[in-house]
């Protein structure tokens, strides 16, 4: 069974710094894309970012592109979220999800961790 958990959510003040970490567990790693999702209050889940099984190709929502970083690292099992310059739109449960090579949806999601940008 895949287990994905999220930590490293928090409250930061407009222009700071956040990392967020996604540990898995239950599943190959490296046969896995990985994708970070948000909520906000009141709004439907939107993607963030997501990078293949070896890290090689990352794709950004163009909201979040040049301020987010994901990387993964396969010999953790883990994959992370820097999130630099953050704005109060930012503000949001963040999730981390993966895909199996090949398959068309993200199927299996961790539990959020809330992130709150403060003005």
């Known amino acids: 069974q895949v287990q994905l958990v999220e930590s490293g959510g928090g409250l930061v003040q407009a222009g700071g710094s956040l990392r967020l970490s996604c540990a898995a567990s239950?599943?190959?790693?490296?046969?896995?894309?990985l994708g970070w999702f948000r909520q906000a209050p009141g709004k439907e889940r939107e993607f963030v970012a997501a990078?293949?099984?070896?890290?090689?190709?990352?794709y950004y929502a163009d909201s979040v592109k040049g301020r987010f970083t994901m990387s993964r690292d396969n010999a953790k099992n883990t994959v992370y979220l820097q999130m630099n310059s953050l704005k109060p739109e930012d503000t949001a449960v963040y999730y981390c999800a993966s895909r199996l090579n090949g398959a068309a949806d993200f199927s299996s999601w961790g539990q959020g961790t809330q992130v709150t940008v403060s003005s």
């Open positions: 239950g599943l190959t790693f490296s046969s896995y894309a």
């Open positions: 990078t293949g099984w070896s890290g090689g190709s990352t």
